[in-house]
């Protein structure tokens, strides 16, 4: 996924741990669009201090280091 090797080691830890817990609040269909191969690019935002997730499907997420997303 485009971006990944640049956020760094706390950002890839951040991102596998909330990605995993994202995944694991949905249900089987929806969980079809959000798997790892469905992920265009992630960011660093260290303004937001988030990671930002963008999905093929165009969504974008903004994931926490206190494990939460929006």
Excluded at 10 to 28: E, P, R, T
Excluded at 38 to 67: H, M, T, W
Aim: glycine letters at 8%; proline letters at 1%; hydrophobic letters at 35%.
């Amino acid at each position: 996924m485009k971006g990944y090797d640049k956020i760094g080691n706390f950002g890839q830890i951040v991102f596998d741990k909330v990605h995993k817990q994202h995944l694991a609040s949905m249900g089987a269909e929806m969980k079809k669009q959000y798997e790892r191969d469905q992920v265009k690019s992630v960011k660093a935002n260290n303004v937001e201090s988030c990671i930002e997730v963008r999905f093929l499907n165009g969504d974008l997420f903004k994931y926490l280091p206190n494990g939460t997303w929006y």
